[in-house]
Structures are given as structure tokens and as C-alpha cells.
């Protein structure tokens, strides 16, 4: 039989758990069913068919189950279906309420919308009947009528409706039966009626099987013993002062105070006057919370009172005389809230990290505020109170926004810390706080931006191919791959070159390096266009101009001009007897191709036939008469000159000048021997033939003499100085230089009798002139495209006496 009794209640609580009422409202809210103890993990709905969602539309919309306090939830959304989590006990929920009824949020984003769930909790028979105590002790007194009721304690079933107890019977005898009652709230109780009156001699004590059985499936039950005590009569029952006792009680009521005190009276004198007073139906959570003294018939608080966990308790008491009359009371006892719950902040959604681009009032997180208080003191206020670029726009209920206010700019504030503070309208308020951290993502805003506007940089000539030239920073404030800067060349040319094969750049570093060694007198100087790009998408880039100068190094030794030191060529200056100090007899014209002190030269005579009788300028190249020319002196005179440049280390070069002391040409087949000394022996024939020619126009060369004197005479003599004829095939094509620049300074003019043979003629010293000496009345003319940076030859022409020769120009230079 009890086989058979718990396998229908096994059927019936499993009938109960598999079916769930679907009932939706006509506001777009949602209702379920579901019995308590039903198995963790059961399914009993389905909210995406309900609601026409699709499972990917559910994901997509962050769909989420919210209450509306921090209490247990007992169920949750798993994919489109409502599943149970948590075991569910109703009794533990509800009391002895006939409604049970858990309310949830069903949230949806983007947009948001919000459906209510109302989840009916229904009932099932898990709890037996349970008298307040084992034992009824019952004194009667012997000469009790017939009919006489004797109410009993009644039994409490935390079930509800027909779970909850229904019926009452009394274990067989000779002489009670049993009278059930219905309350006004639906319960049930009982009386002991006498049906045989008692005789204290035949038996003074009866002990009675009091059973309480519910309508549940299957049928529980619960017993005590009524123990009958015969004595004599007591026929007054305790009476309370009232039927029914309410009282308000505030929340977080400390422990030890009174609720309430109950009364009741009783007619009859000693021990059957006596009344005591206990709880005759109390739930298991209110027994934890309230006491009731047996004597005085105060209720106390003996445990913590929290409005938010129950706000109403019923409490049954009951008075009962010495003699074991007892009658009941009710005590309602309502809970009244108090400010005892701050605000509490939950982040529903948060969308991180936020990009900087993003425009004023974009919604970057959904906040949602509870309070468990009620009344004013559940209203709440909530907003971001630092100076943020952030706040929060209400919404629906509870629900905050968190929007933007302003452009964000991550290179200048790249992380916020935002507080969120809510208040309730409680007195005294209370508040709480949450702080967030927002990141802010980095766009590809700023382009690199090179360290200075533009670069400059000197490399020697001659450097090292790979050898560094320089180097340029570009910073790029943005982040990781947008911040990364490239360099690279920008295309352009160098004197029609290439600038790659000058010079290349390191991509990573922006280290410039020379592809080649530099020559400062191919060029000095040239620019670069380097470009900065960074890594981002799309890339942005800048450009900056890298100026490059060539400095010079002296890697060029002087060059000589006049003499000419190349080939067989024999040159000699003559020098008048007459020649006094200081007379300027020859100069030795040199350049130098580098620039600067490495250019500047120095002179000096490092051999000559007579050590005393000529020097030469330091820095002019000027060779005069250290002292009067005597007839002792020899005619021939043979220096040697070197030209030295004031680089470091120094280079330099030496020349050989030729000077004849003579009056006239009679004395040149002494020049002819002179020439002999410096040859070799092969020159004799040519010296034979030089003769013959020399005597063949010996007469020409005597009327050409006296004719030069005769132009002479007419000349005014401002200083005597000496001249140079210099064929413009000794100036090598490179060096020809403008007035004021380079080391030809100063411009001379020399008068020059050649020979028909151009490498073998001999020039003669004349005299010099320069624009300020000419004669007056005479002119010099150029040739047709000459240019005044050039050596070249000239005619001037005499109109007094119309004769003409040929002159040569020369721009000298001296370092002074």
C-alpha cells in the first residue's frame, strides 16, 4: 500500500513539472507555470517562439533575464528557452499566500525593449500535516454534559489549497467524536465532542490518536495524542481582549523589542483561571523572528526583521486555562520599510574600447539601477558627476544610457575612469558609487611630424660609400600600427642625377646614408626630400627638405699656370742690367681647385743660381730684385719655386724660371747656350738652326728693338716692373676666374714677343701696364668674344707713330 501511494505521488509530481500554462496578456507580458521542487535544468518555456524572436536574433540583441532585486532567480535563458536553475520551494517563497508569483525582466538591446514575466509558482503536496506539539493534554472534569466541545490545537500544513490539510479524524472509542470547523480564510480545525460522559472511577486518564490528512496526491498526514485527564468541570474558556490584533512593526527592529501584547481572560477561579498563551499556528521563518512569553502574552523580536525578504507575518496564539480550555487569536503584523538599502549599480552592457572617432551622443553602455526599498525611498537618482565627456540619459525604468558628450581624442586623454553615483529620495539619503574604466581605441588622426622644419647637415669629400650623413625623427602620436613611421627618399634629381645614388635612407631608423663619396668640386651642396609615412589605414605621411653641404678637403695640390711645367717647352724672362730693387721681373701664377685655407698658397724660391739677388712674394707669386742689378751678376739666373697650399696636411708643387740679364737681343745665342746647359746633347742640331735663323733676321730684330724702345720712351714710366707673356695654351680650361673670386686677384697686362714655333718661342721681358698706365691716346681693343675671366691676347694700338703689338691680359691673383 505505500508502495502503490508513492508511485502516484511520483506520477502526479511529474504531470505537474512537464506541463507549464502559456498565457500572454494583452499588454505584451508573459506568463508561465511551473511547480516547486521541479528538477534543475527543466525547460518550461520558450520565449523565442513566444515572442517571434529567432535564437540568432536573441544572441544578436544581448537578450538577458534581469529582476528586479538580487534575490535568487530560479531561472534563466538558455538560448530561446526558459529553463529552471535553482531549486524552487514555495512554502519557503510564499507562506501560506494561495498565490505565488515571481516577476522578471526580459531585456532586449539594440533597441531596447523590455517584456515583463510573471512566474506562477504552483504548489505540490511536499509537506505532511504537523501539530504545533506531540501531545494535547486535555482535563476534563467528570461532570461534563453530554455534547460538550473541548477545542483542539490545530494542525498546520504548509502546503496550500487542497495540498493544505482537509480533514480531521479521531482514533475510534467509547467517548468522543470528533467535529471539524472551517475558518473564515479557508482552514480548517476541530473539536473534541463528548459523546459518553466520563466516570472519573472507571477510567481518570483516555489517550486519543488525533489525525490531520491533506487533499494532496498523494495524501499526507500528520498525528498527535490527545491525553484526557478527567477531572472536575471547568466551564469557562480563556477570552482575548480582541479576534484579531494588528500591529506595524518597522524594519530592522532590534532584537528584544515587543510587537504587541495579547490578553485573554478566564471566568473561572484557580487553576482553571490560570491562562498561558503560545503560538498555536506560526510559519517556520516567523518562529525565527518572534517569541511570545507564556505568562505575560508579549511577542518579542528575537531575529532580524528585513522588509525586503517578507512584509506581512500572521501569527495564530492561543490562551489556554489550567484545565486545558483554550480559545485563539489572530495577529497580523505588517512590516514597514526603512531606508536601509542603498542604490545598487549594475552594468547591463558595456561597449569598450570606444573608438575616438566616434560622434557626440553615441550610446557606449546600458546601466541599471535597483533599490530594494519601496516607496519614495526606492526613487532614485543617478548621473556621472566628474567632469567627463560622458552622462547618463534615463531610459526605460530603471535603465540609464551612458552616452558621449564631446569628440574623444585618445593622444590626449587615452583612458577615463567615470563614476556613476546613484541616490535614493530616502531620509536620510543614501547613495553608492561604481567607477568604470573606458579605454578609447586609436584612429589613424595624425600624421608623423618631423622634429624640426628642416635639416642641415656637412659631410666631408671623400667620405666613406655607407658612411652616415645624418639622421631625422618623425613622432606619430597614434597608437601601435598607426603610430609606426616609415621614412623613405622622395624622387628627384641631382644635377640630372638620381639623388638614390647619392644617398639612401634607412625605413625603420631614418638614418641617411651616402651611396657614394662626395667630391666638393663637382658640387657643394644639394637637397633631399625625405617623406615620413606612418602604418595606418589609409596612411598619412608629411615631408621635410634635408640640406646637404659638401665641405671641402684638400685633396687637390696647386696647380701652376705660369711657367708651365709640361713638356719641352723652354721659357726665359729677361731681365734689363738696369734693373733696380724692387723691380718685378717674372711671376709664377698658381691655382689651387680647392676652396678656403686649402687654397690658399704660399710661395717660395727653394734654389736659385745667386741665393741673394731675387725673392719672391709670399702670397703674390711676385718674383723683383732683392737689390740692383751689377755687372758682376751672371746672365743667366735659374730658380726653382715652391708652390705650397695651407691644408692639413699641406700639398705642394715646384717650378722652374728661367731669367736672362740682357739689354737687347744681340745677347740671345747666350740664351741659346743657356738652353744648351739645361738640355741634353740631342738639341745641339736645333740650337744650329735656331743660329742661322737668329742671323738670317738679325737686321729685323735690330729695327724691331729700336722700335719697341722708341714706344717705350713715350710711355709714362709710373714704376718699373717686369712682364710676362703667357700663351693661353699653358691655362688648363678649368681654372679661368672672375674678378674678385677665386685666387687670381689682380689683373695684369704683359707684352710678349714670340717666336713662329709656339712650344719652342722664347718671350721677352717688355713692360707692364694695367687700365690705369696706358698712354694716353691709345686703346686696347679685344678680339672678337673675349671674356674677361680668360687669358687672352689683345692688340694695342699706337696712334702717334701707328704702330701696333700684340699683348697678352692675364688676371693675376695674390693671397694678400
Same mark, same amino acid.
Given at each position: 500500500? /505505500?508502495?502503490?501511494?508513492?508511485i502516484?505521488?511520483?506520477r502526479?509530481?511529474?504531470w505537474?513539472?512537464? /506541463?507549464?500554462?502559456?498565457v500572454?496578456?494583452?499588454?505584451?507580458?508573459?506568463?508561465y507555470s511551473?511547480?516547486?521542487?521541479?528538477?534543475?535544468?527543466t525547460?518550461?518555456g520558450?520565449i523565442?517562439?513566444?515572442?517571434?524572436?529567432g535564437?540568432k536574433?536573441?544572441?544578436?540583441?544581448k537578450?538577458r533575464?534581469?529582476m528586479?532585486?538580487?534575490?535568487?532567480?530560479?531561472?534563466?535563458?538558455?538560448?530561446?528557452?526558459?529553463?529552471?536553475?535553482e531549486?524552487?520551494?514555495?512554502?519557503?517563497?510564499?507562506?501560506?499566500?494561495?498565490?505565488?508569483?515571481?516577476?522578471?525582466?526580459f531585456?532586449?538591446?539594440?533597441?531596447?525593449?523590455?517584456?515583463r514575466?510573471?512566474l506562477?509558482i504552483?504548489?505540490?503536496?511536499?509537506?505532511s500535516?504537523r501539530?504545533?506539539?506531540s501531545?494535547?493534554?486535555l482535563e476534563?472534569?467528570?461532570?461534563?454534559?453530554?455534547?460538550?466541545?473541548?477545542p483542539? $490545537?490545530?494542525?498546520h500544513?504548509?502546503?496550500?489549497?487542497r495540498?493544505?490539510?482537509q480533514?480531521?479524524?479521531l482514533?475510534?472509542?467509547?467517548?468522543?467524536?470528533?467535529s471539524?470547523?472551517?475558518?473564515s480564510?479557508?482552514?480548517k480545525?476541530?473539536?473534541?465532542?463528548?459523546?459518553?460522559?466520563?466516570d472519573?472511577?472507571?477510567?481518570?486518564?483516555l489517550?486519543?490518536?488525533?489525525?490531520?490528512?491533506?487533499g494532496?496526491?498523494?495524501?499526507?498526514?500528520?498525528?498527535t495524542?490527545i491525553r484526557v485527564?478527567?477531572?472536575?468541570?471547568?466551564?469557562n474558556?480563556p477570552?482575548?481582549?480582541?479576534?484579531?490584533?494588528?500591529?506595524?512593526?518597522p524594519e530592522?527592529?532590534?532584537?528584544?523589542?515587543?510587537v504587541?501584547?495579547?490578553?485573554?481572560?478566564?471566568?473561572d477561579?484557580?487553576?482553571?483561571?490560570?491562562?498561558t498563551?503560545d503560538?498555536?499556528?506560526?510559519?517556520?521563518?516567523?518562529a525565527?523572528? %518572534?517569541?511570545?512569553?507564556?505568562?505575560?502574552?508579549?511577542?518579542?523580536v528575537?531575529?532580524?526583521?528585513?522588509y525586503?525578504?517578507?512584509?506581512?507575518?500572521?501569527?495564530?496564539?492561543?490562551?489556554?486555562d489550567?484545565?486545558?480550555?483554550a480559545s485563539q487569536?489572530?495577529?497580523n503584523?505588517?512590516?514597514?520599510?526603512?531606508?536601509?538599502?542603498?542604490?545598487?549599480i549594475h552594468?547591463k552592457?558595456?561597449?569598450v574600447?570606444?573608438?575616438?572617432?566616434?560622434?557626440?551622443g553615441?550610446?557606449?553602455?546600458?546601466?541599471? /539601477?535597483q533599490?530594494k526599498?519601496?516607496?519614495?525611498?526606492?526613487?532614485?537618482?543617478?548621473?556621472?558627476?566628474?567632469?567627463?565627456p560622458?552622462?547618463l540619459?534615463p531610459s526605460i525604468?530603471?535603465?540609464?544610457t551612458l552616452?558621449t558628450? #564631446?569628440?574623444?581624442?585618445?593622444e590626449?586623454?587615452?583612458d577615463y575612469?567615470?563614476?556613476?553615483?546613484?541616490?535614493?529620495?530616502?531620509?536620510?539619503?543614501l547613495?553608492?558609487?561604481k567607477?568604470i574604466h573606458?579605454?578609447?581605441?586609436?584612429?589613424?588622426?595624425?600624421?608623423?611630424?618631423f622634429?624640426?622644419?628642416?635639416y642641415?647637415?656637412y659631410v666631408?669629400?671623400?667620405?666613406?660609400p655607407g658612411?652616415?650623413?645624418?639622421?631625422?625623427?618623425?613622432?606619430?602620436p597614434?597608437?601601435?600600427?598607426?603610430?609606426?613611421v616609415?621614412?623613405?627618399?622622395?624622387?628627384?634629381e641631382?644635377?640630372?642625377?638620381?639623388?638614390?645614388?647619392?644617398?639612401?635612407?634607412?625605413? $625603420?631608423?631614418g638614418?641617411?646614408?651616402?651611396?657614394?663619396?662626395?667630391?666638393?668640386?663637382?658640387?657643394r651642396?644639394?637637397?633631399?626630400?625625405?617623406?615620413?609615412r606612418?602604418?595606418?589605414s589609409?596612411?598619412l605621411?608629411?615631408?621635410?627638405t634635408?640640406s646637404v653641404?659638401?665641405t671641402?678637403?684638400?685633396?687637390n695640390?696647386?696647380?701652376?699656370?705660369?711657367?708651365?711645367?709640361?713638356?719641352?717647352?723652354?721659357?726665359?724672362?729677361?731681365?734689363p742690367?738696369? #734693373?733696380?730693387?724692387g723691380?718685378?721681373?717674372?711671376?709664377?701664377?698658381?691655382?689651387?681647385a680647392?676652396?678656403?685655407q686649402n687654397?690658399?698658397?704660399?710661395?717660395?724660391i727653394?734654389?736659385?743660381?745667386?741665393?741673394?739677388?731675387?725673392?719672391?712674394?709670399l702670397?703674390?707669386?711676385?718674383?723683383?730684385?732683392?737689390?740692383?742689378?751689377?755687372?758682376?751678376?751672371?746672365m743667366k739666373?735659374?730658380?726653382?719655386?715652391?708652390?705650397?697650399d695651407?691644408?692639413?696636411?699641406s700639398?705642394?708643387t715646384?717650378?722652374?724660371?728661367?731669367?736672362?740679364?740682357?739689354?737687347?737681343?744681340?745677347?740671345?745665342?747666350?740664351?741659346?747656350d743657356?738652353?744648351?746647359?739645361?738640355s741634353n746633347?740631342?738639341?745641339?742640331?736645333?740650337?744650329?738652326?735656331?743660329?742661322?735663323?737668329?742671323?738670317? %733676321?738679325?737686321?729685323?730684330?735690330?729695327i724691331?728693338?729700336? #722700335?719697341?724702345?722708341?714706344?717705350?720712351?713715350r710711355?709714362?714710366?709710373?714704376?718699373?716692373?717686369?712682364a710676362? #707673356?703667357?700663351?693661353?695654351?699653358?691655362?688648363p680650361?678649368?681654372?679661368?676666374?672672375v674678378?674678385?673670386?677665386?685666387?687670381?686677384?689682380?689683373?695684369y697686362?704683359?707684352?710678349?714677343y714670340?717666336?713662329?714655333?709656339?712650344?719652342?718661342s722664347d718671350?721677352?721681358f717688355?713692360?707692364s701696364?694695367?687700365?690705369?698706365?696706358l698712354?694716353?691716346g691709345?686703346?686696347?681693343?679685344?678680339?672678337p668674344g673675349?671674356?674677361?675671366?680668360c687669358?687672352?691676347?689683345?692688340?694695342?694700338?699706337f696712334?702717334?707713330?701707328?704702330?701696333?703689338?700684340?699683348?697678352?691680359q692675364?688676371k693675376?691673383?695674390?693671397?694678400g
Open positions: 500500500m /505505500v508502495k502503490s501511494k508513492g502516484s505521488h511520483f502526479a509530481v511529474f505537474i513539472t512537464c /506541463v507549464a500554462v502559456f500572454r496578456t494583452c499588454y505584451g507580458d508573459l506568463s511551473v511547480s516547486e521542487e521541479i528538477k534543475e535544468g525547460v518550461f520558450n523565442a517562439k513566444d515572442l517571434g524572436l535564437v536574433a536573441l544572441s544578436d540583441r537578450a533575464i534581469d528586479e532585486s538580487d534575490d535568487k532567480r530560479f531561472c534563466d535563458l538558455r538560448g530561446g528557452e526558459l529553463v529552471i536553475t531549486r524552487i520551494d514555495r512554502e519557503e517563497l510564499c507562506g501560506s499566500k494561495p498565490s505565488c508569483m515571481l516577476n522578471y525582466e531585456v532586449l538591446e539594440n533597441p531596447l525593449e523590455l517584456h514575466i510573471a506562477q504552483e504548489d505540490i503536496n511536499d509537506n500535516p501539530f504545533p506539539k501531545e494535547i493534554k476534563i472534569r467528570e461532570s461534563a454534559d453530554k455534547g460538550a466541545r473541548f483542539l $490545537d490545530e494542525a500544513d504548509s502546503d496550500v489549497g495540498n493544505g490539510i480533514a480531521y479524524s482514533e475510534k472509542n467509547d467517548y468522543f467524536i470528533l471539524v470547523h472551517s475558518n480564510d479557508g482552514g480545525y476541530c473539536e473534541l465532542v463528548l459523546d459518553t460522559e466520563l472519573r472511577e472507571q477510567q481518570e486518564e489517550s486519543l490518536l488525533l489525525t490531520a490528512s491533506d494532496g496526491s498523494p495524501q499526507r498526514s500528520g498525528t495524542v485527564i478527567v477531572l472536575d468541570a471547568n466551564d474558556l477570552v482575548f481582549s480582541q479576534p484579531i490584533y494588528k500591529v506595524s512593526l530592522n527592529s532590534p532584537v528584544g523589542s515587543v504587541l501584547t495579547v490578553t485573554a481572560t478566564d471566568a477561579e484557580g487553576a482553571n483561571g490560570e491562562v498563551y503560538f498555536s499556528r506560526i510559519s517556520d521563518k516567523a525565527r523572528l %518572534f517569541s511570545i512569553d507564556e505568562v505575560t502574552g508579549e511577542i518579542r528575537i531575529g532580524s526583521i528585513d525586503e525578504e517578507k512584509y506581512e507575518y500572521e501569527l495564530r496564539v492561543q490562551a489556554k489550567g484545565a486545558g480550555l487569536a489572530k495577529v503584523i505588517d512590516i514597514t520599510d526603512v531606508n536601509d538599502n542603498a542604490p545598487v552594468i552592457s558595456l561597449n574600447p570606444i573608438p575616438e572617432n566616434v560622434a557626440p553615441t550610446e557606449i553602455g546600458i546601466i541599471n /539601477v533599490d526599498d519601496t516607496g519614495g525611498n526606492k526613487q532614485i537618482r543617478c548621473s556621472v558627476r566628474q567632469n567627463v560622458f552622462k540619459n525604468k530603471n535603465y540609464y552616452v558628450t #564631446a569628440y574623444l581624442d585618445r590626449l586623454v587615452g575612469n567615470v563614476t556613476i553615483t546613484a541616490t535614493d529620495e530616502g531620509s536620510p539619503p547613495s553608492s558609487s567607477t573606458l579605454s578609447v581605441s586609436d584612429v589613424n588622426d595624425n600624421a608623423p611630424v622634429e624640426h622644419q628642416s642641415s647637415t666631408t669629400e671623400n667620405n666613406k658612411s652616415s650623413v645624418c639622421s631625422v625623427t618623425a613622432r606619430d597614434d597608437w601601435r600600427q598607426n603610430g609606426t616609415f621614412y623613405s627618399l622622395l624622387p628627384s641631382v644635377n640630372g642625377v638620381p639623388v638614390s645614388s647619392y644617398v639612401s635612407i634607412n625605413g $625603420d631608423t638614418v641617411i646614408h651616402a651611396v657614394r663619396a662626395f667630391d666638393y668640386e663637382q658640387f651642396s644639394f637637397k633631399v626630400q625625405v617623406v615620413a606612418d602604418n595606418g589609409p596612411p605621411s608629411s615631408n621635410v634635408v653641404f659638401i671641402d678637403e684638400n685633396d695640390s696647386p696647380q701652376i699656370l705660369y711657367p708651365t711645367p709640361e713638356g719641352n717647352s723652354f721659357m726665359t724672362e729677361m731681365v742690367k738696369a #734693373a733696380l730693387s723691380s718685378l721681373v717674372s711671376k709664377v701664377i698658381a691655382v689651387d680647392d676652396s678656403g687654397a690658399w698658397l704660399s710661395y717660395q727653394v734654389k736659385s743660381t745667386d741665393p741673394g739677388l731675387f725673392t719672391i712674394g702670397h703674390s707669386g711676385e718674383i723683383r730684385a732683392q737689390r740692383d742689378i751689377s755687372e758682376s751678376d751672371s739666373q735659374n730658380l726653382v719655386i715652391s708652390v705650397k695651407n691644408g692639413q696636411p700639398l705642394s715646384t717650378c722652374a724660371v728661367y731669367l736672362l740679364i740682357s739689354d737687347n737681343l744681340a745677347e740671345v745665342p747666350e740664351l741659346k743657356m738652353s744648351y746647359e739645361e746633347s740631342k738639341l745641339t742640331s736645333y740650337l744650329i738652326i735656331a743660329l742661322v735663323s737668329v742671323s738670317t %733676321f738679325f737686321l729685323t730684330f735690330i724691331l728693338i729700336v #722700335a719697341i724702345r722708341i714706344c717705350h720712351r710711355k709714362p714710366r709710373l714704376l718699373f716692373d717686369g710676362v #707673356a703667357i700663351p693661353s695654351a699653358y691655362l680650361p678649368n681654372y679661368a676666374d674678378d674678385g673670386t677665386g685666387t687670381l686677384r689682380s689683373v697686362n704683359y707684352d710678349a714670340m717666336t713662329t714655333g709656339s712650344r719652342t718671350f721677352k717688355v713692360t701696364y694695367n687700365d690705369n698706365t698712354p694716353s691709345t686703346t686696347l681693343k679685344r678680339s673675349d671674356n674677361s675671366d687669358l687672352n691676347f689683345t692688340s694695342l694700338d696712334p702717334e707713330n701707328g704702330s701696333k703689338y700684340s699683348t697678352l692675364v693675376l691673383g695674390s693671397m
